[in-house]
């Protein structure tokens, strides 16, 4: 393995992963939460994962073809107000902005009839590992040798050996500097989710694409740790609001396109449809505390769209956002 790869391991770490066997093997949440506590310390009131973030606010309004998929009252074509969270992955909220760590985009569209519908995304073009066991694993090749103080390089050759699927995210993260802005970044569901309409129903993952075109930094910006994602982001929304077009994915499991695992890609050139588009009007410190205690498990979905059952990372989501939910609330009382 390559140096480079090791050190994406470490970004890998802070921030997710995958699955394959019976719920009675997976790994016990409340683990999971205390390992991302080990790596990134326990900071009070804080996300135990994506613990830097900012909050921001706004509307979605879908287009016409979005309801001929879904029957879901996200696409009725009116405005749909939402509340979203930019986050940087990883336990630990002092890393910099310029860091190689995937960015997050959480939604919460607040449909009529106190339904939601939830997405959290990552604006990387893969998920790394393909089972829950290898999320976890992935933690705690990054905690120190008691004998040096330091992660074992030995344990993430064994991790990238071990899980092969994990190359093009590897690839990606090597070959890419952080997004220049929050606003300037693709966000993508990565997992797949059932859209119904009556007896019709479609499989599809969704991605979130700027109108401003994706920017990433320079060497030279990345060059010195700082950070500058929050300013920009309450800066850039006093000015002018900030837009992503919504676009479906149309899967075809017949023909092997993946429901169950977000490591496996879909191939190159399956149609989309354009859903709609998602407006943020207000941001960073315009917005502090209004996504604070939102929990976005991406399990929340209102009628018409159904999480797959058979991604076992993406059901696994639910039980571990919740323990650091419940750890993170409990600490402001
Ligand atoms: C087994 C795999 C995963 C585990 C164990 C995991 C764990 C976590 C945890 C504990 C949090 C903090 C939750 C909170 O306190 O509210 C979190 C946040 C987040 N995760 Fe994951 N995650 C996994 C996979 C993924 C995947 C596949 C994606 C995207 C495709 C993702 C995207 C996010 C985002 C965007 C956030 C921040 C949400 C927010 O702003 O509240 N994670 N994750």
Redesign the pocket.
Known sequence: MKMRTIGSLAVLAG?????AASAQDLPD?SK??DT?EKLGGVNKGL????AK?SCAVGSFVASADAKKLSSSTLFSGKDVPVIA???V?GPAPQIPDTARAPH???LQFKLPKDELQQT???NVPI?PVST?QG??DSLLINLPDPATGKPDPAKAQAFAAAHPEAKPFFEYMGSHNASATYTNATY????AYKFINGKTETWVRWRFEPAGGEKFLTDAEAATPHDFLDKDLTDGLRKAPAKWTMIAIIGEPAKGDSIKD?SAPWPAGRKEVKLGTLTLTKGGQDATGT?ED?????NVAAAGIEPSSEDQ??Q??SS??A???TR?ESEKQ
Do not use: K, T, W
């Open positions: 921030f997710s992963l995958s699955l949440p999971v939460i991302f996300r135990r994962n994506h973030g969270r930019f986050s992955a997050g985009l959480g959290a995304m990552l998920f829950v999320f976890y993508r569901s990565l997992s977000p996504c939102i929990n976005y498990d991406p990372i993406l696994y989501r571990a956002y323990e650091s939910y993170r």
